[in-house]
């Protein structure tokens, strides 16, 4: 559209003001108090979101331009705005105002006459057809300099199209131009278009019958006539796309990738462009191969970085974003830390690091305590912890803390968390109390130490939520003698074992057996389960119950050896006859099993 631009210029050159007029000159005054044509506020009702961010700006900013007297900066932007949104009667209202307003009536008679070319019953465009018409004086036809035409005294049909006076031969495109209203007595005459004109005109036609080959063909030809103009190839790929031309969209944007010798802004477009449309198509190795090459400038590695993200391709991530520059953003170091923290733990932890920096008591302060305490450097980790907000820790976040904090050698932070962790409903798992003891035994909190071992060793849960609980009672049968005050030594007592001893002993081998044919039975299952296509539950169901049989037959196991050993080494020399009071009671219980050892031995 800038060849359009320039060229239809020089056809229709006109009397110009100087652009560096001000307010303080009258033509500056004479533009500030122009009325504006239409709100930039009409554009929601005529662009889509992305289209709209695009083009509003550069209205806005002509229009001021437009007030302040600035022509080369207002035409500059209000093109800038047509060229991305040509069918936007919004736009060329602003632009056919701003021609107007600085003397080129002959450019704006052609902006309100191609918007009329494409919505032929827009009022306004019309309206301000026939007031520029009632304004200036009527060209002349075809070069000549003729007495002016019956209609000289009642403005032209506004559905006429403007008749160029003497283009260069090499510029010319004729066409039979529409016809008059019948109440001009003007014959037909002949409509002179420019090659960009008449291929952008192509181009449209071949959009609307869906030949894409063709309206590609036109691009190309538009592209070359405009130096492959940044702006003019963001619109073609667009209404490509838009009316499903993607492949021939991104074949246009793979040829001139990457970009090279354009604005930063029109670039960061175009890269977006492309990717959106190699992510949205069929994967092609080669096309992706293009886009894993780190480019120039950061904000466009950033770009790249987001798109391999999107595609779950950490090698292309780290490849784009290994520079580490101090431009990246708080994304682009979540980016590289999330992609390196397994086989670049370092560079993650530096990566997680920059993004707590730019955005410190979030997801990047979780992130860096995570990858610190992996790594071992449990003072990184605790500062990071330190630093989340209250609102930011999930409740297996606080217990994470609580440990961090007690390999840091700070077991009073270790014991706060805790406290959180139980106050937003944490559950009370082994885990819990084995923390909790050791941080207060390391605070010197000695009571809270010993009752929170005591529950460490009351609830000791396996990977299955199972709780084995092991009691022994002490029963002392009527007229037996009182147990001594003293154990007497092992040397004193003998060889002797109880008979407990061997019936513990029998079935904590009993039960490991039981937990070693049942646990591996269950794993065959499981693992036939996950080679399994179809009927598959009955056994998944059938390895869920042989690991439940193994888990508590192991539990069972461990009790029953613990009570074998306590009662061999605790217990005084039973008497004979109270050799045959020993009793072993196992009694279950939902979700758990309680093994009871009671009688004198």
């Avoid at 047509?82 to 736009?91: E, I, Q």
């Avoid at 063709?214 to 592209?223: G, I, S, T, V």
Wanted: contains cysteine; proline residues 6%; aromatic residues 6%.
């Amino acid at each position: 559209m800038k060849l359009v631009t320039r060229t239809l210029a020089v056809l229709f050159a006109a009397a110009t003001v100087a652009s560096a007029q001000s307010l303080e000159s009258p033509v500056g005054r004479a533009l500030s108090g122009t009325a504006r044509p239409a709100q930039p506020e009409e554009l929601a009702n005529e662009l889509s979101g992305y289209r709209r961010a695009l083009v509003y700006p550069h209205v806005q900013k002509g229009w001021e331009s437009v007030q302040r007297g600035d022509r080369s900066r207002a035409l500059a932007e209000l093109e800038q705005a047509r060229a991305l949104a040509p069918d936007s009667a919004v736009v060329a209202l602003h632009l056919a105002a701003a021609y107007r307003a600085f003397g080129e009536g002959a450019k704006a008679e052609l902006v309100l006459q191609d918007r009329l070319s494409r919505k032929p019953d827009d009022v306004r465009a019309r309206e301000a057809l026939r007031a520029l018409r009632a304004g200036q004086p009527k060209p002349d036809v075809a070069g000549t300099s003729s007495a002016p035409h019956e209609a000289a005294t009642e403005p032209a049909a506004v559905d006429a199209v403007p008749v160029v006076t003497n283009p260069p031969a090499s510029a010319r495109v004729v066409r039979p131009a529409a016809k008059r209203s019948s109440r001009s007595t003007a014959k037909a005459e002949t409509m002179v278009t420019t090659p960009a004109e008449d291929a952008l005109a192509r181009f449209g036609a071949a959009l609307e019958t869906k030949k894409f080959d063709e309206a590609r063909a036109h691009a190309d030809r538009l592209l070359r006539d405009n130096n492959g103009g940044a702006t003019l190839l963001d619109e073609l790929t667009y209404r490509l796309m838009d009316a499903g031309g993607s492949e021939q969209a991104t074949m246009m944007l793979l040829q001139t990738y990457p970009f090279a010798g354009r604005a930063a802004a029109e670039r960061d477009l175009l890269v977006q462009r492309l990717a959106l449309l190699v992510s949205s198509g069929p994967a092609d190795a080669s096309r992706l191969a293009r886009l894993r090459d780190p480019l120039d400038t950061p904000a466009l590695r950033s770009r790249q970085a987001s798109f391999w993200a999107i595609e779950r391709d950490c090698d292309a991530v780290r490849a784009v974003l290994a520079d580490m520059s101090p431009e990246y953003g708080y994304e682009d170091w979540l980016r590289l830390g999330d992609c390196s923290a397994t086989l670049m733990p370092t560079v993650a932890r530096d990566a997680y690091a920059r993004a707590q920096d730019l955005r410190p008591g979030g997801h990047a302060s979780r992130a860096l305590a995570y990858q610190a305490y992996a790594m071992g450097d449990y003072q990184t980790a605790l500062g990071a912890w330190r630093g989340v907000t209250a609102d930011a820790f999930a409740t297996a976040d606080l217990m994470a803390a609580a440990t961090t904090a007690f390999a840091a050698g700070a077991p009073e932070q270790a014991g706060d968390w805790l406290e959180q962790y139980r106050e937003r409903g944490g559950m009370p798992d082994y885990q819990y109390w084995s923390l909790r003891a050791r941080s207060a035994d390391a605070a010197g909190h000695r009571d809270e130490a010993r009752a929170s071992f005591e529950q460490t060793v009351a609830m000791r849960q396996s990977e299955k939520n199972r709780i084995v609980r092991v009691e022994l009672n002490e029963l002392t049968p009527p007229g037996a003698e009182p147990m001594p005050t003293q154990r007497p030594r092992r040397a004193e007592r003998g060889p002797h074992i109880p008979l407990a001893t061997f019936i513990l002993g029998g079935s904590a081998v009993a039960a490991a057996g039981t937990f070693v044919f049942f646990g591996v039975s269950g794993l065959d299952k499981k693992n036939r389960a996950e080679r399994c296509q179809s009927g598959c539950q009955g056994l998944i169901d059938d390895g869920r119950r042989d690991y439940v049989i193994a888990d508590i037959a192991l539990g069972v196991a461990v009790a029953a050896a613990t009570a074998a050993i306590l009662v061999w080494v605790l217990q005084p020399e039973p008497k004979a006859k109270d050799r045959a009071r020993a009793a072993l009671a196992i009694q279950p219980e939902t979700r758990a099993l309680q093994l009871s050892v009671s009688g004198a031995f």
